[in-house]
């Protein structure tokens, strides 16, 4: 079935796409929403070009949009029907665990008459992030929840020993392996999708609204 991957630029997006993918599903796009002023992803706060070289290195064209809260589900519904133009018949999604955001995933498909896929759903998170790495992905923490994980966290390489890491502040607070919760986000930098490695350069790190980001400032192609 030919679909259109949600697409955060995060390590759970990537490896729903790269499931779908290994399922026999044609990727034809993938989607991606940016915050109102067209600048920054909604979420990971990414800039929009890193999610456009990620599109660029993986082969597959990107739609991306700018949303605010009024705009986001006509929007969306808009990029899937666009999707629908060029043959799409299902749209992949990379929640595991959290009902409301597959409830309103389920929504938006229905309305445009399109198919939700969901490769990771109710998965085991530690078998999630084991095929993560095993396939060959790589990743980087871009964002925290301030109060869970500090600004020390921000720029880590996504690995067995950051998995170690999150196993043993389980032990003292509330924190999903995978960061289901929103305790982390992550940028893809290279895998089996991409032709090249994105290597960060420059970061900083910014605090709004108690959460961490890493604002990208330099990188390279490697």
């Keep these: 079935m030919k679909v259109v991957a949600s697409w955060s630029g995060g390590k759970d997006s990537c ?14 796009s993938l989607v991606n929403l940016l915050q109102e002023e067209g600048r920054r992803t909604v979420g990971h706060l990414l800039d929009a070009g890193l999610i456009n070289l990620q599109s660029h290195l993986s082969g597959i064209p990107l739609l991306q949009r700018s949303v605010s809260l009024d705009t986001i589900q006509a929007e969306f519904k808009g990029v899937l029907e666009e999707a629908k133009q060029v043959g799409a018949r299902g749209c992949v999604f990379g929640d595991i665990a959290l009902r409301a955001h597959r409830d309103w995933a389920e929504m938006m498909c229905h309305h445009a008459d399109i198919e ?5 759903w109710e998965m085991d998170r530690a078998a999630i992030m084991d095929e993560f790495l095993k396939a060959g992905f790589e990743a980087v923490v871009v964002a925290t929840k301030g109060r869970i994980m500090g600004p020390e966290w921000l720029g880590r390489n996504i690995n067995r020993q950051f998995l ?6 389980q032990k003292t607070t509330p924190v999903d392996l995978c960061g289901e919760g929103g305790e982390y986000h992550s940028m893809v930098t290279a ?3 991409f032709t090249q490695r994105i290597k960060v350069t420059l970061a900083q790190p910014v605090l709004r609204d108690e959460h961490w980001f890493a604002d990208i400032l330099g990188y390279d192609i490697e």
């Design 116 to 120: 939700p896929v969901f490769p990771l």
């Design 15 to 28: 490896l729903a796409c790269y499931r779908a993918i290994q399922q026999g599903h044609d990727v034809v």
């Design 164 to 169: 170690d890491d999150v196993l043993e502040l």
């Design 191 to 193: 895998g089996p999708l």
